[in-house]
């Protein structure tokens, strides 16, 4: 990952939010335009990131993990299981029953990164085969399970979907006091406060996504700059020569999946714990692809793959903001009006951000191969 | 019965000329070709035993026929054997249950038609994702080339004779709407094809974006010029396709169609081009691996694209057989997951030919004798999910199997994933 | 190894203690014996949505003692439609509700194919083939349709005067389904009708599959989200789950929410503090009607209602809020309800997107 493409990620993040500003600039202040898309953008990052440093933990360490989707679909529908446990049945308040439900959803999304662990690194299944069993399983147990429990009479909960505890709470970062403080040592303009409001729209977020945030920063952390993570990329690069130096592989795939398993099951939790209170079979809807394509996009780093997530995330933002100011589209313009228009531009991008301008995006070098002593 | 011969003869005439047309294509590039592409740390560090060529006598054959069928029939019961158990822990009757799905998919020639018309898409998807298997390529675009295959075959079929001005007979009409279809297809899947081999770009991501790109596009002509104009239509979708466009079902009164016949040979046509020509060697080389291809002379970023090519051709042929032999128009909604499926079927029949058509049969089988059982027995159809996913399990994991039952192993290891550098 | 035998036997033995509490069919056949069964359109059974929704008035013929048996088939995929109906017709059932506008052609030919049995079309146009007279119905085939204009024109109206900022928002399902269309340009009729300088937000999931786009919640939260950061006060949710996603994230964000369909106070608790109303389509009493319908027609009595046939629609009650709902408000909402339902005011939507 270097500057060159993390400028071309942030001028394409430009373009798209300024598309949307220049459109609905006759409506609305531009600066709530950015906060607005820029808050969402970061919401809806928010699951890809941390699919994506899945994938990373996994793939640094040489297993392919495209089984970040199915990982994600049984932590949403488990986390979100536990946490109506709790609350319906066992009678906990909303924030302990959320907190379980979060626990929940990482336990069975590490459940199935170990899986996917014991097939590729034991039984040196092909990791790709052990990517698609997970997300075929995760698919027919998740959805099989949801109609079990809710749906048929005489389920547990009588066929009727109980009350859900809700999302998580919105974490309040004092930004807009921060900034509105400092619109009143300079005058208090009125500008200055719509800035503080702005700001504090986009900082105003829920745990989930400030926990990706971080995660981003850790990862990076752990991967360069400890002992841990520098034996997980050899392991991933030479597992040979690691293994000569004694470093134990398969302990260190193994433990690398596993992580791998907690930053997806956080990411599943994200759509039934923070996004919406409800379930829904299917629901991941290909974000663990997505986010596979961002790992990839963001060449095996943390930043990386974060400024890659942002794209999509800020392409959604237009998609959705896009429809908002449709009316006020010039008619020159008339073909952005199409919600199938805008809703390909984002995937045009992205192909042509990888067709080399920013160079090549190099995998680690035993990625995919099961080891063999 | 002519009309299919000719008709069958046409598509393959046009996909060869696809596959010539890409050929020239790529073949513009060789001169700055000489830097390769691929990075020194992709592939396997040693040529798997796949990749050479092998010697088929008698013996061997009856071997590894024994060898491959007995682990995957094993596998097949030991997950219909859990699938069982967890029909009964959450109340249901497996037996009831299976019985159904038996019944539904094999129980009457009714039946067998609709397991035929099932088995169809699944096994012309299942080919284009094991041909890019093959040729170490993950084609997970698929759903995105089959649908654009659909849309350009119901185009065809629906207008070309009014563009025309006349009436068009269907020996003509009919291989030109599928031919077209797999060629758009084809085109769809060498956009990834030639941006892996010349740029670098990843054909996994390329191949996911392009899913969405088609699936927009696809949604953009049934809502707009390509939508139905009747009075009546309240649906997206595209008008019927003419008469002379369609494919006759087999037998009078049942939906199982010549297309299905179409896929089986197209199955025996694979097999044949990756075992017996110079082109499926340069695609199973490419694929096992890529370094020493190249310096075996074999022009590896043309083969990368034509396997892709390939791949698509045999997708967009899955969408174009839908639309001519089945539905007979295109209808948004139509295609929900053949592409993900067909990866579960390319991986199941090991990424060979027969292997896939006897895994596609097998998923048809289940898809469509869910109905049945679940008309029976009330058990949803999610259950079918958990069986495929058990037995995509066992048939890789056959480490497992071969614990579970003492079987010795033998033969050779089939391996698909390079990571994604190659 | 006899560690694997040993969990196999015991999971086979606990098994086989769970008593199989599928009831067995009764034989459709016979004549006395009433069976309805239901194809759903591509999408589950239990979609909270049209699908569930008719399922349930097809339950509720059960339990009113109408229908001795009921059975449904979730289809997978749009080239089973006629498959899934023709096993029903072949168990020998007497009614055959689809649910969907997609499976209106294959309802309309199964008709004709077995004019014995009684069909329900929900959301389907069945003046055969889609014309007014009445003469051409096939005579044992009812499309249930429903107001969704109205409906959607009245919570528009209802935004329309409750909104302090002067912008409402809708978050809809795809526009390529018809009553989806219906609801989403209702509501903007209706709101332009109280206030012709009102800002609206409309935006349609046409951007995913057909299988995706009422099945997203997350999409449906994130676009109220972006509507409620641009000001709206008022958000409608129309279309299955990506819809309750909008609804419930505008009563967590603190705006008004309108549900759709059924009266979502009751299948929403997390929005019903902040539920203004519903714009509501009664497909499970319109349901259970028409096989009350069926069974008397085969039965010898009233004529079965074929053609199109308009069920219920309206707007909810305010439960919660009906305090905080001024009572000039709640006049001027019955006048227009009852200026629709007399003629008098029109939405002015066309049935299908133009």
Not at chain 1, 287 to 300: D, E, P, V
Not at chain 2, 255 to 278: D, E
Not at chain 3, 116 to 133: E, L, S
Request: hydrophobic share 50%; net charge neutral.
């Amino acid at each position: 990952m270097n500057w060159k493409r993390f400028g071309f990620i942030a001028l394409i993040i430009v373009i798209l939010f300024g598309a949307v500003v220049l459109v609905g600039s006759v409506r609305q202040e531009p600066i709530l335009i950015i906060a607005s898309m820029l808050a969402s953008t970061i919401t809806v990052a928010t699951p890809l990131t941390l699919g994506a440093l899945s994938g990373i933990y996994c793939e640094r360490s040489g297993v392919v993990n495209i089984g970040i989707e199915g990982m994600m679909l049984t932590a949403a529908f488990f986390g979100w299981l536990g946490s109506i446990y709790m609350n319906s049945i066992f009678g906990f308040d909303k924030m302990p029953s959320l907190i379980i439900g979060v626990l929940v959803a990482i336990l069975s999304s590490v459940l199935m990164a170990l899986l996917h662990a014991i097939l590729s690194i034991t039984y040196k299944v092909d990791q790709i085969i052990g990517g698609t069993v997970i997300n075929i399983l995760a698919l027919g147990v998740t959805g099989f399970l949801n109609r079990q429990l809710f749906f048929e009479k005489g389920s547990i909960f009588g066929g009727n979907v109980p009350h859900a505890p809700g999302t998580l709470p919105i974490v309040h970062i004092p930004a807009q006091e921060a900034v509105s403080a400092i619109c009143g040592w300079t005058g208090n303009s009125e500008n200055c406060q719509l800035v503080a409001k702005a700001v504090g729209q986009v900082f105003d977020q829920q745990p989930i996504t400030i926990a990706a945030i971080l995660l981003v920063i850790v990862t990076h952390f752990v991967l360069f700059k400890t002992r841990w993570g520098l034996r997980t990329r050899s392991v991933g690069e030479h597992p040979r020569a690691a293994d000569t130096v004694g470093i134990n592989v398969i302990f260190m795939r193994y433990a690398n999946v596993l992580i791998g398993g907690v930053m997806a099951g956080l990411g599943g939790a994200y759509f039934t714990l923070e996004s919406v209170p409800s379930f829904e079979p299917g629901m991941t809807n290909g974000r663990g692809f997505i986010s596979l394509a961002a790992m990839i996009f963001g060449n095996w780093t943390p930043f990386g793959a974060w400024a890659a997530s942002l794209v999509f995330g800020a392409a959604q933002a237009l998609q959705i903001n896009m429809q908002l100011y449709r009316e006020s589209i010039p008619a020159q313009w008339a073909f952005l009006q199409s919600s199938y228009v805008v809703g390909m531009v984002p995937y045009i991008l992205t192909m042509l951000i990888l067709t080399g301008i920013i160079g090549k995006t190099i995998s680690p070098a035993a990625d995919g191969q099961p080891y063999e002593k | 019965m002519l009309v299919y011969v000719l008709g069958f003869l046409g598509a393959v005439l046009l996909g060869t000329l696809a596959i010539v047309f890409f050929a020239v294509l790529a073949g513009k590039g060789k001169g700055t070709g000489q830097k390769s592409v691929i990075p020194p740390s992709a592939g396997s560090p040693l040529p798997t035993p796949s990749s050479a060529p092998t010697r088929y006598t008698f013996k061997s054959i009856i071997f590894s026929a024994v060898d491959s069928l007995l682990v995957p029939l094993l596998a097949v019961l030991t997950a219909i054997l859990l699938g069982g158990i967890v029909i009964a822990v959450v109340g249901g009757d497996p037996f009831a249950a299976y019985k159904g799905l038996i019944q539904g998919a094999f129980g009457s020639a009714k039946a067998l038609s609709e397991t035929g018309v099932w088995a169809t898409p699944y096994i012309f998807a299942g080919l284009a994702v094991a041909v890019a298997f093959k040729g170490g390529l993950f084609n997970i675009g698929a759903e995105g080339q089959l649908a654009l295959g659909a849309v350009v075959a119901a185009l065809i079929g629906y207008a070309l004779p009014g563009w025309l001005g006349f009436d068009l007979p269907a020996i003509i009409h009919i291989p030109l709407a599928i031919g077209l279809g797999a060629l758009m297809g084809a085109l769809w899947a060498a956009i990834p094809g030639f941006l892996k081999a010349y740029t670098g770009g990843h054909e996994v991501i390329n191949t996911i974006m392009m899913n969405y790109i088609a699936l927009n596009i696809t949604s953009f002509l049934m809502n707009g010029p390509m939508k139905d104009p009747s009075p009546t239509n309240v649906i997206a979708r595209t008008p019927a396709i003419a008469e002379s466009a369609r494919i006759a079902p087999l037998f009078e009164g049942f939906r199982v169609h010549w297309g299905f016949i179409l896929a089986l040979l197209v199955a025996v046509l694979i097999w044949l081009l990756l075992q017996k020509t110079t082109f499926g060697f340069e695609i199973r080389m490419v694929g096992s691996n890529p370094d020493a291809a190249k310096y075996a002379g074999i022009n590896v970023k043309r083969t990368i694209v034509l396997t892709m090519a390939l791949s698509g051709l045999l997708a967009g042929l899955a969408g174009a057989i839908e639309v001519t032999a089945l539905n007979y128009r295109h209808e948004l909604g139509f295609s929900m997951g053949y592409g993900f499926d067909a990866i579960a079927i390319a991986l199941l029949g090991k990424t060979n030919p027969f292997g896939v058509v006897i895994a596609a049969i097998l998923f048809g089988a289940m898809r469509n004798g869910a109905t049945r059982m679940q008309f029976l027995t009330m058990i949803p159809v999610d259950v079918i999910s958990i069986i495929q996913a058990l037995i995509l399990l066992f048939v890789a994991a056959d480490a497992i199997i071969r614990y579970i039952y003492r079987i010795k192993a033998r033969g050779e290891r089939v391996t698909l994933t390079r990571g994604w550098g190659g | 190894m006899k560690k694997l035998y040993l969990v196999v036997a015991v999971l086979v033995m606990a098994a086989m203690l769970v008593p199989a509490c599928t009831p067995t069919a009764p034989d459709c056949t016979l004549p006395e014996v009433f069976c309805v069964g239901m194809v759903t359109d591509v999408g589950k059974i239990d979609d909270k949505s049209f699908n569930q929704s008719a399922w349930e008035g097809v339950q509720q013929s059960k339990t009113d003692g109408v229908a001795d048996w009921v059975q449904y088939i979730e289809t997978t995929d749009a080239k089973d439609y006629d498959k899934n109906i023709a096993t029903f017709a072949d168990a020998g059932y007497d009614a055959i509700v689809t649910v969907g506008f997609a499976l209106g052609e294959a309802t309309a030919a199964a008709a004709i194919a077995y004019p014995n049995i009684y069909f329900i079309g929900v959301d389907q146009f069945q003046a055969w083939p889609y014309d007014t007279d009445t003469a051409n119905d096939i005579a044992n085939l009812a499309g249930l349709n429903f107001p969704e204009d109205q409906a959607g024109f009245l919570v528009g109206a209802l935004a329309a005067m409750m909104t302090e900022t002067g912008k409402i928002g809708g978050v809809f399902g795809t526009d390529a389904v018809p009553p989806v269309w219906r609801f989403g340009e209702g509501y903007r009729a209706g709101a332009l009708y109280i206030n012709p300088d009102i800002e609206i937000f409309i935006v349609y999931h046409s951007d995913v599959g057909f299988d995706k786009t009422f099945t997203d919640p997350e999409w449906g939260a994130q676009t109220a989200d972006s509507m409620i950061d641009n000001g709206a006060d008022v958000i409608f949710g129309g279309g299955g789950k990506t819809g309750n996603g909008a609804v419930v994230e505008a009563a967590l964000r603190g705006v008004y929410a309108i549900g759709v369909d059924t009266d979502q106070y009751y299948t929403l608790p997390e929005a019903a503090p902040k539920l203004l109303s519903s714009a509501m389509k009664l497909i499970t009493p319109g349901v259970a009607g028409l096989i009350v319908a069926a069974k008397d027609a085969q039965g010898g009595g009233a004529a079965f209602p074929a053609g199109n046939y308009m069920g219920l629609g309206g707007y909810a009650p305010y439960h919660d809020l009906d305090s905080v709902v001024p009572a000039d408000v709640k006049t001027r909402m019955e006048e227009i309800n009852a200026g629709l339902l007399d003629g008098t005011i029109l939405t002015g939507v066309s049935p299908v997107k133009p």
